[in-house]
């Protein structure tokens, strides 16, 4: 899982980093317009004093980005690539047909 947090500078005393919950900024305002300013008007006065970072807690390797890849060299990957396109070209031609 990758958390947003608020890294900031404590005056010359070392550094905060804060998690950012979902309510930690609100703006309201007559319209959704006017809601929508606010929020980013007092999000951008907090992140003047700092950055925002990313903190990863547990495990965050996804087992399927291993297999990015793999059959780039395959030569028959373009030949099983066309095959998909002329089997999309048919269901959408006849969707009934499947």
Known sequence: MIIPILVQSE??????????????????GATPEDAVKKLRE????RLDQGEIAYLEIGKTDNPWLKL???????????????????????VDADPDRL
């Open 11 to 28: 005056n010359g005393n070392g550094y905060r980093a804060e998690l950012l919950p979902t309510s930690a900024f609100v703006g309201e």
């Open 42 to 45: 007092r999000f951008q006065a």
């Open 68 to 90: 990015i890849g793999v059959y780039k060299d395959d030569p028959y990957l373009e030949e099983y690539k066309q095959a998909i396109a002329d089997y999309r070209k048919q």
